[in-house]
């Protein structure tokens, strides 16, 4: 809790308004709102958490969403100019956005986090105001990276609506993944609690999804950690990359239906997670090592070559080419990167990345985004 206290930060920017535009029920003028939600990575234990696992997963600063909520007379959602073009040059550019980008922008998602929120509230006998406001978003989140895009959109848009109705206090931490990962399901969005607490608490937390804890509490039990314990990540990520909504489909289904293979495995990768905080706490980096590179290989077995797609499998074999440890970040698109060798491994990755297409950054860990509030609501 000391360390969550050392690392809270709020990510709330004041602007300075017209006296005379929008006011709070104290007839005082209200300021505008902005938080960031940044990049998630799964570094052990994915895709267990859609399967009562366990993960350990942590924010990447490298990128990020980030919502801005402007009191207003009305209530509007702003679409993005890029990401939510609805203007053309000509049917070819129409048809070539289609093709690379989807139907689907930030708006709905928007949207999404505003029903949910509402809905939430009232269920919960939480009263709000009733003002208005804008909602604009912006994201440097490559799209298919498995880093989260749609969900740090949402989270960082539940962050303004918590602060512009004053009702952080009243919303405990541990329930805010299942409200950002509702207002994903409203869109027939398929994905697990791991992103969305990774998102909402910041930093490294090791997560436990058992059935127990999800059918007692609604929610997990989630445990920050110190972000210092890792060691220096890699990125590794594709330009265009393939769609990673498809991973969990056919493996869902076989879990399911009690096949004793995919629960087997899905127990196994869970338990990586325990293996590896014990292994982040001792500073056991060779065990980190086989840790990571069992989880891709576990995955591997379950959900095929063809789901997980040739551009992803060569991603880990780049990585692999050289020794380093290397599994995706969440349902492929981007692999993390462990080179326990230090610079001079880094160096040869740098050249296969290179020779193979692949972008190579450096993983920047974002700490922990919970404030003094938010850590007396845990």
Not at 50 to 65: C, E, M, Q
Not at 231 to 244: Q, V
Not at 292 to 311: K, T, V, W
């Amino acid at each position: 809790m000391d360390m969550l206290k050392k690392e809270s930060k709020k990510r709330v920017r004041e602007e300075k308004m017209d006296p005379n535009s929008t006011l709070s029920g104290e007839g005082q003028a209200m300021a505008a709102i902005e938080h960031r939600s940044f990049a998630r990575i799964g570094f052990l234990g994915n895709p267990s958490d859609v399967y009562f696992g366990r993960t350990i997963s942590l924010t990447i600063g490298n990128f990020w969403a980030s919502v801005k909520l402007e009191p207003s007379q009305h209530l509007v959602i702003k679409p993005h100019p890029f990401h939510d073009l609805v203007q053309f040059t000509s049917l070819d550019h129409l048809l070539n956005r289609l093709q690379n980008e989807g139907y689907y922008g930030g708006v709905r998602l928007l949207m999404a986090i505003c029903k949910v929120f509402r809905n939430y509230c009232k269920e919960n006998d939480i009263q709000l105001h009733q003002g208005n406001f804008s909602l604009s978003y912006d994201t440097n989140i490559p799209r298919q990276t498995g880093l989260s895009g749609s969900s740090a959109i949402v989270s960082a848009a539940l962050n303004c609506l918590l602060d512009f109705y004053n009702v952080r206090h009243l919303i405990k931490v541990q329930v805010r993944p299942n409200i950002v990962l509702s207002a994903e399901k409203e869109l027939g969005i398929v994905a697990g609690l791991q992103d969305r607490v990774a998102q909402v608490y910041g930093g490294l937390v090791h997560m436990d999804f058992s059935k127990e804890h999800m059918d007692k509490l609604g929610h997990g039990i989630y445990t920050p950690m110190d972000i210092s314990l890792l060691p220096p990540l890699h990125l590794i990520y594709a330009e265009n990359p393939s769609d990673s909504g498809k991973v969990h489909s056919m493996v869902r289904q076989r879990w399911l239906d009690g096949d004793e293979f995919i629960i087997s495995s899905m127990k196994e990768v869970g338990n990586l997670a325990e293996e590896g905080r014990t292994a982040l706490l001792n500073k056991d980096h060779s065990k980190l090592v086989e840790l990571m590179n069992l989880n891709f290989d576990i995955r591997r077995r379950m959900f095929g070559d063809e789901c997980l797609g040739a551009m992803n499998i060569e991603m880990v074999e780049v990585a692999r080419r050289v020794g380093a440890a290397s599994k995706f970040t969440g349902s492929g698109g981007a692999v993390v990167v462990f080179c326990p060798e230090g610079p001079s491994q880094v160096k040869l990755l740098e050249e296969e990345c290179r020779k193979s297409g692949f972008m190579l950054q450096p993983v920047k860990i974002a700490p922990s985004c919970l404030n003094d509030s938010d850590i007396q609501t845990l």
